[in-house]
């Protein structure tokens, strides 16, 4: 298993596992985003060495995790720059190998040299799974959202989560 920031030529099969995994209708709230703008999005990372990164099993796309600043996720805040918003997405077949958690730390680590100063997300409720990862890195509960229905037929509720870089290690 490999991990290294995510290239050009990645993004057919970053917009694949997304699709997969949106599929699972347990995890994500949107689907990929079309091929012209996800291209002019990694375009745009690998310029500004923004915290981005992939996983691959020999010529196998297994994983990605992303840390955009807030305004290119259209969010409209004072110091948009200084705060990124995480996204993360493992194959089902490699999950709960650890590969996540190495994921996380490696993105982690590249968001503080990137200058960011917390690191925020949302996550369900449900997910059980990506909330104990968080937790084992130092994320707090930051809020809740509305409730929601996902795909999979599970009801549950979006809640919020940063963690802070400013003073920690
Ligand atoms: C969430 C996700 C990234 C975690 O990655 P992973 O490689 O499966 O997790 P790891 O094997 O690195 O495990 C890390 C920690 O997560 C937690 N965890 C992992 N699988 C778990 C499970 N089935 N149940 C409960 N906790 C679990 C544990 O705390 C674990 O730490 P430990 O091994 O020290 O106990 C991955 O499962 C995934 O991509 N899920 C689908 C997409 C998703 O949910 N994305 C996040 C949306 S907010």
Request: hydrophobic content about 45%.
């Amino acid at each position: 298993m490999q991990i290294r920031r995510i290239e050009l030529s990645d993004v057919p099969d970053f917009l694949a596992l997304w699709a997969q995994v949106y599929s699972e209708g347990a995890f994500l709230a949107k689907g990929p985003p079309p091929a012209d703008r996800a291209r002019q999005v990694v375009e745009r990372v690998v310029r500004e060495q923004i915290p981005n990164f992939v996983a691959t099993d020999g010529s196998e796309f297994i994983g990605a995790v992303e840390v955009f600043p807030a305004a290119m996720c259209g969010i409209s805040v004072d110091d948009s720059d200084r705060r990124g918003y995480l996204g993360i997405q493992l194959a089902k077949n490699y999950r709960g190998k650890g590969i996540g958690r190495e994921l996380m730390q490696t993105v982690i680590a590249d968001a503080r040299r990137y200058g960011f100063e917390t690191i925020e997300l949302s996550v369900f409720q449900s997910n059980l799974a990506a909330i104990a990862l968080y937790q084992s890195l130092g994320f707090r509960l930051t809020g809740s959202s509305s409730s929601v229905i996902l795909p999979a037929g599970v009801s549950t509720m979006g809640q919020h989560m940063a963690l802070s870089l400013e003073f920690t290690k």
